[in-house]
């Protein structure tokens, strides 16, 4: 049971690790770091409230991402593991062209997608202040300056998308 929740894990945990590296190595030397480590801040207040809180919205989207394609794309584990689960299931029907079971898994899976967008939004509007409901506020990946952390996450996602529609059609 250890093996194949590692196989699931262990890619998605180290892009999170490298993206979270990325962006603290990249905000500790900007001036709001700066400023709170001379107002005398514990190192640890500045790390988690002020660094953390800033690199959070490109962390949750990437997460966001992860955990909907790892869920839709679990069938190869399941098949390696011989787990009897939704992949088996799917495999299955494609095997024996039930197509109502193949349109079924299809469409729990897009209302999967859609829910971790919807909890990714709202985590947005917790995190980030300037991110609300029903104004006409710049987002918060547009309203800050480009860097090469935010074209990273930016490049990632673009290309992830484009490997999750090629693997669908």
Not at 51 to 62: D, Q, Y
Not at 82 to 96: E, F, R, T
Not at 121 to 131: C, G, T
Request: with cysteine.
């Amino acid at each position: 049971m250890l093996m194949p929740a590692v196989n699931l894990s262990l890619f998605n945990i180290s892009l999170v690790l490298r993206l979270s590296r990325a962006g603290v190595r990249e905000t500790l030397p900007m001036d709001f770091v700066k400023f709170a480590r001379a107002k005398g801040l514990s190192p640890s207040r500045v790390i988690f409230v002020h660094v953390l809180k800033n690199i959070m919205i490109p962390v949750v989207t990437v997460l966001g991402l992860e955990l909907g394609s790892t869920i839709a794309f679990a069938v190869v584990t399941e098949s390696v593991f011989a787990w009897p689960g939704m992949g088996k299931l799917i495999i299955d029907s494609i095997n024996v062209l039930d197509r109502p079971v193949i349109v079924a898994y299809l469409m729990m899976i897009v209302l999967l997608f859609i829910a971790i967008n919807l909890v990714v939004d709202i985590l947005y509007m917790l995190l980030d202040p300037r991110v609300r409901v029903g104004r006409q506020v710049m987002s918060a990946t547009v309203a800050r300056e480009e860097t090469p952390f935010r074209r990273f996450v930016s490049e990632f996602a673009e290309s992830h998308l484009a490997l999750l529609a090629s693997r669908c059609s």
